[in-house]
């Protein structure tokens, strides 16, 4: 619960500065794009991982959980560089 008031905090910090006309305006943006898809992949992988825990035991609950894990991390380099590119534009 307090990740996702840190987040939701945090984007609401970042809207101000992204609407702002400085040179970092795709920072923020960037940024929060980066919060979003880790909430999303965190939420895809505990749900995912659970429901092959139920249908396949938990051998299969632990294939799934690494494969998402994988997928989190290439988003995460995906997003990286992305804000990355962002700072500097």
Same mark, same amino acid.
């Given at each position: 619960?307090? @990740?996702?008031?840190? !987040? !939701?905090?945090? @984007?609401? %910090? ?6 702002a006309e400085s040179?970092v305006v795709g920072? &923020? *943006? ?13 939420? %895809?992988?505990?749900? #995912?991982? !659970? ?6 035991? &938990?051998?299969?609950? *632990?294939?799934?959980? *690494? ?5 989190? #991390? ?5 997003? *990286? ?9």
């Amino acid at each position: 619960m307090r @990740l996702i008031a840190s !987040v !939701v905090v945090m @984007l609401g %910090l970042a809207v101000p500065y992204a609407r702002a006309e400085s040179p970092v305006v795709g920072v &923020p *943006k960037e940024s929060a794009r980066t919060a979003g898809h880790a909430i999303r992949d965190g939420t %895809l992988a505990v749900g #995912r991982t !659970v429901r092959d825990f139920f249908k396949g035991g &938990p051998r299969k609950a *632990k294939q799934t959980w *690494k494969e998402n894990a994988a997928r989190t #991390r290439a988003d995460a380099h995906a997003d *990286k560089e992305r804000v990355k590119a962002a700072a500097h534009e």
